[in-house]
């Protein structure tokens, strides 16, 4: 996938007549090790990707040749985490010797446009800081007077400023998206009474300064993408092109994401501009066919979802990935979802936890009935989706774990569903989320340097990029037997099927049959009158008991007790303030 910062900043300047060459190395390199030593490579591989690349990645071969001196005296350091994950040091060592070959190649590939180039820029996104710092040493170097600009989420937040300290080839930092910023650096360069917004930079006297920020310019009038395809060595068939939906998160306060440290302006795009961009790509080649949303949250407006997927019906194309928030998802956006082609991998939905009290703890601005619904429309519309289950979590409880557990076995015949995809995780800390930068009042201890700062000996620079932080939490044995349960209770749901564990309805001559088969238990119940009503009018939506209780002209303490009747049979689910509630059976 290129790199669409790159494509953007490509078309942008080129529109303000300005001379902009961009390069998507990250293309390049792992083509560059398969034909080096393809064995090497798919053992790496292999064990970075069980193991994380947070552990143990490509970064680190780059980082390895940017702080030799570092890693020469860290080599036992290294050596032990290698062997943790079955690799050896001389795997690494083989493998660093062809990223050394790869920087000196991009190095060479760049040199022709140095000569006489205001600025060179960094987009530093997904673990590709130390192979961007590498590079920028080698460019200041041989043409010391050429500024040097990085941006991207690895190395945003308080780190932005660490970076400058630390790096003295590196000239400004972004503090927010690339666009008006880097318009406004060249504009400085040219003329050093111009502005500059959006960054840090180095002071006379070596302090850093912050410029002003300001908002970014409207994503409806960015020029669309350009890219250099013929220097991709990647058939256009393979490649998967990035869509902007939008950006920036429009919650931005879960307490485990460091979302708002981008400082990345919420906005949305039309549907004219995201179509007139997928338009403008099948243009381009019948072969791009395959895309990615990027966005936090691709459902700013479930409009825009509606009119893109009539748009996208038919074309037959092939999405890879998206990101919704469940708090704004209904079934109507569900089925435009599945409309807009094959969905080579589930989207996915941040549920993160069947627990009230741990998504308020998370300050995740949903609850866990609201999580059911969606969950229960996609089973039952056949949509592609996925999520992660946080096992465990700064501040849960057995208590906590309870309720998650519970409200699973009460959904287990809508998590059984194939379509549906689980991910049970442990929680990990990023820099500048909330719980990072509050550890006590999270009940948490976190360890002095990030878990790549850690490998280095004396590294200067605790945090870096993006690497979480190793932590423990105050009540660690606990969470580590709560995370098991978890783990287990997701394994379990998950070698059921739709044969053996089910909760349907059907409407039969005397009511509504209600048949639950429940670890090989079958039993069924029969609901007549107002509570058969009742039931069915919450089979797609949360309903409220006191709305319920005006349809059906019955005080609503009445609603109140044939909720909790319905409850005990485990046909509905309820809010904690038991107001609200969903009828769990899927249509038979
Ligand atoms: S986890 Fe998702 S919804 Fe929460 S703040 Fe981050 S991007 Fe926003």
Known sequence: MPNINLGIMQALLTEKGKKVKSFHFHLEFLPFIRRANPRVWDQFLAQSEQFGVEYMGLDYLFASLL?????????????????????????????????????????????????????????CSHYQLSSSLLLCSMVKKVYPDVQTVFGGKDCSGTFASELLKNMPYVDFVGTSECELTVESLLDHIKDGSKEIVNVVSRGENG???????????????????????????????????????????????????????????????????????????????????????????ALKDPKTILEVSKFLEEKGLTFHYAEFRAERMNRDVLSAILHFGTWASNFQI??????????????????????????????????????????????????????????????????????????????????????????????????????????????????????????????????????????????????KNRLNTYMTYKDISDGLEISICLNGNRTSHILTGKEKSIYLSALEKIREAGSIAQEFDMPVEDVSAMLQTLEQKGLVLLSPDRKSFLSLATKA
């Not at 919420?266 to 007139?276: L, T, W």
């Open 350 to 495: 941040g549920i993160e936890t069947f627990s009230d009290r741990m998504l308020q703890l998370m300050n995740k601005g949903v609850t866990a009935l609201k999580n059911v619904e969606v969950l229960k429309a996609a089973a039952e519309l056949g949509v592609p989706v996925q999520f992660n289950l946080f096992t465990c979590y700064p501040g849960m409880s057995t208590q906590e774990m309870n309720d998650n557990i519970r409200v699973m076995d009460l959904i287990a015949h809508i998590l059984v569903y194939d379509n549906i995809l689980i991910y049970p995780g442990e929680f990990y800390l990023p820099t500048d989320c909330p719980v990072f930068m509050n550890p006590e009042q999270y009940s948490i201890r976190k360890h002095a340097e990030s878990i790549f700062s850690v490998i280095f000996k004396d590294f200067p620079m605790p945090s870096y990029s993006n690497y979480p932080y190793p932590y423990q939490f105050d009540n660690d044995d606990e969470q580590y037997r709560l995370s098991t349960i978890i783990r287990e209770k997701v394994d379990a749901i998950k070698s």
């Open 207 to 297: 302090t850093i300064q912050k410029a002003p920020s300001r908002p970014n310019t409207s994503l409806n009038r960015l020029p669309l993408p350009s890219y250099e395809m013929q220097d991709f060595p990647i058939p256009r068939n393979e490649l998967i092109m990035p869509i902007e939906f939008g950006r920036g998160c429009p919650w931005k306060r879960c307490t485990f994401c460091p979302d708002e440290s981008y400082n990345i302006l919420c906005q949305a795009k039309s549907a004219e501009k995201i179509q007139d961009e997928i338009g403008y790509y099948l243009d381009i080649s019948p072969d791009l066919r395959n895309f990615f949303i990027l966005d936090s949250d």
């Open 67 to 123: 702080f030799d001196d570092r890693y020469r005296e860290s080599e036992d350091l290294f050596k032990e985490r290698l062997e943790s994950i079955g690799l050896t040091l001389t795997n690494f060592d083989t493998l660093r010797e062809i990223t050394r070959s790869f920087i000196e190649y991009a190095f060479g590939k760049i040199s022709p446009h140095l000569q006489g180039a205001n600025l060179v820029g960094f987009s």
